[in-house]
């Protein structure tokens, strides 16, 4: 049998992704250890009750020491506080990596605190559901979903290339960009979506309480959708909306002016414009099936409801 490709492998939070990884790392073979640390000692009783960490140590920085890989899957604005803690403990050589939805931000956060003899790389897997904690992971998540790995200006070749054999081992196509591209494009592509889901049910939830129960009570299709997206982790998205601050903005601009031409197309009975602009949409549908990026991601986890936070 060949060795693991990763010797040590340290997961800091052991969430929907962090206890996902875990899985996936120790199902694929690809490291020798998979050590889990998490601040909450009651995630850590429920890592060592479902067996997915060799080592489940009380602190993150028992849990770096000697990691040749460290991944660190907390929400976005606690990545600053877990480098501060664990950087000081990174062996030389070791690889700093990240989950981060936003990239910019993390970077700007953690890279203070990685000491010159380690390697900071961050990524980001396109892959998750709107369920949290260490129940709700599974080995396939990444299987056939991308990881965005956004290195450093100074970053280490041989680092961002173990990282990318780390992430196709576990089923993903890496893709390789700038932290600050990434922003923009999950910006519109992730981050509005869940804007727009948390808006749409909010409004939903603050009509009269008769017209409420029957949204609920009829709810199929469209409104299902964007109350499974709304159903996301709170503190997670607070960060999102946080550290991806101008991004955000400047689609959130982009779609309020778009939406308000659909709005004057409406008034106006322009069902010309209309019916061209849904034209042009269900083409994009059309070829982001045709491209095979359509998952079952939204059946994910159903079973799971009960786990949820
Ligand atoms: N949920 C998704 O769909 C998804 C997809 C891709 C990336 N991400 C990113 O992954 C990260 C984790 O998300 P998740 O969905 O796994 O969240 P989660 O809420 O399921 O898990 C986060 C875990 O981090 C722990 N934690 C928080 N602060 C900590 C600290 N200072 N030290 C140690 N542990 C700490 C929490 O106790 C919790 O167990 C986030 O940055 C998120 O943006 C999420
Ligand atoms: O399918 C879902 O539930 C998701 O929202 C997953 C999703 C996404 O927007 O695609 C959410 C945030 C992550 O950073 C990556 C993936």
Redesign the pocket.
């Known amino acids: 049998m060949s060795a693991p490709l990763v010797g040590r492998l340290a997961i ?9 990884v875990a899985r996936a790392v120790r199902e694929k073979g690809l490291a020798g250890t998979v050590v889990v ?4 000692a009651g ?1 850590r009783a429920r890592v060592r009750e479902l067996g997915f960490a060799d080592e489940v140590p009380e602190t ?1 920085a028992e849990a770096v020491a000697d990691a040749d890989i460290v991944i ?5 604005g ?2 600053g ?2 480098a501060a ?1 664990i950087g000081p403990a990174l062996k030389p050589g070791a690889i700093l990596s ?5 990239k910019a931000a ?1 970077v700007e956060q953690m890279a203070p605190h990685v000491p010159a003899h380690a390697h900071l790389v961050p990524a ?11 129940d ?2 599974f080995a396939s998540l990444f299987e056939n979903r991308w990881c965005i790995v956004t290195p450093v200006a100074d970053a280490d070749p041989a680092a961002v290339e173990r990282l990318s054999v780390l992430w196709s081992g576990m089923g993903a196509n890496v893709e390789t960009m700038s932290p600050q591209h990434h922003d923009l494009v999950l910006a519109i592509t992730s981050h509005l979506p869940h804007l727009i889901a948390y808006n749409i049910v909010g409004t939903a939830a603050d009509l009269e309480q008769t017209l409420t129960s029957e949204v609920i009570k009829f709810s199929a299709g469209g409104f299902r959708d964007f109350t499974r997206i709304a159903a ?2 709170p ?3 607070r ?2 909306f946080l550290y991806n601050r101008e991004a955000v903005l400047e689609m959130l601009g982009r779609f309020t002016e778009d939406l308000t031409a659909l709005q004057r197309a409406i008034r106006y009975g322009d069902g010309q414009t209309l019916f061209d602009h849904f034209t042009r949409t269900r083409a994009i549908r059309r070829s982001i099936i045709e491209q095979g990026q359509e998952t079952a991601a939204p059946d994910f986890g159903r079973h799971l409801v009960a786990a949820k ?1």
């Not at 980001?124 to 260490?134: D, L, N, R, Y």
Request: aromatic fraction near 4%.
């Open positions: 800091i939070g052991a969430g929907l992704i962090g206890s996902s640390a998490d601040r909450d995630v993150a660190v899957c907390v929400p976005v606690a990545s506080a877990v803690e990240d989950v981060g939805s936003v993390v980001h897997p396109v892959a998750g559901t709107e369920f949290s904690g260490p709700a992971g996301s982790d503190t997670m998205w960060d999102v936070k």
